[in-house]
């Protein structure tokens, strides 16, 4: 069964200071990983995903498989970086799940 | 104006009612999802459908039906069976790769339907 496991429910940092939010994972296969945030009065929308190892707003996240982890990372976090952050993944049958989430809260 | 979107917002059932969540998208996605989420456990996955007339059942599916009858649509039932329905519901969409049938992965979500039975 295939599973995402957040351990931070909540996560505080101060403006400029680097962030990490973690994310763990269970899968049988190639999982395809991915990070969704959800501003504040905002619908829940991508932030980026594995496949593209793409930078966006400064965040970046490596697959390891190793540890079977996708953490988020950003060096000097903002004050509009603040929401909830959800790791989700997807099997080979197109569905995804989404992991219980974090709520980054930064500080000024 | 393209998007997806849930109908109604706020919805009060009472005990043993069966009710009907909307779920429509005009961005022509392939993929229609169904998720509950609750304080503190993030987003459970009902149901899914990939194409017309077929759909599979995610993580908690018990107490639930859905059908996809047109591809814009995906409406979810919460059938007296479920247990504990008072919750939010959140629809979402996405489309495949060009030329296949794997998902891009970028999913497109509704604003929600608040549930409350009393």
């Known amino acids: 069964a295939q599973r995402v496991t957040q351990p931070e429910k909540l996560l505080s940092v101060f403006k400029g200071a680097p962030v990490e939010l973690k994310c763990n994972y269970s899968y049988s296969g190639s999982p395809e990983l991915f990070w969704y945030v959800q501003y504040s009065r905002q619908r829940l929308q991508l932030l980026l995903r594995?496949?593209s190892r793409e930078s966006i707003k400064g965040f970046t996240a490596d697959l390891n498989k190793g540890e079977t982890s996708f953490h988020l990372k950003k060096p000097f976090a903002q004050e509009e970086d603040s929401a909830m952050y959800y790791c989700a993944l997807s099997g080979h049958g197109n569905d995804m799940r989404f992991g219980a989430g974090t709520r980054l809260t930064v500080k000024p | 104006d393209g998007g997806i979107t849930q109908s109604p917002k706020y919805l009060f059932r009472k005990e043993g009612q069966n009710v009907t969540l909307s779920c429509e998208q005009n961005l022509n996605h392939d993929a229609m999802y169904w998720y509950r989420q609750d304080p503190g456990q993030g987003l459970r996955l009902i149901y899914y459908?990939?194409?017309?007339?077929?759909?599979q059942k995610g993580d908690i599916a018990e107490g639930y039906s859905v059908s996809r009858e047109k591809k814009e649509s995906f409406p979810l039932t919460v059938t007296s069976a479920q247990k504990n329905p008072t919750a939010f519901y959140l629809c979402?969409?996405?489309?495949?790769?060009?030329?296949?049938?794997?998902?891009?992965?970028?999913?497109?979500f509704g604003e929600g339907s608040r549930l409350t039975v009393l």
């Open positions: 979402a969409s996405s489309t495949f790769i060009a030329g296949g049938l794997t998902n891009t992965g970028e999913l497109f």
């Open positions: 594995h496949i």
């Open positions: 459908s990939q194409i017309v007339n077929d759909f």
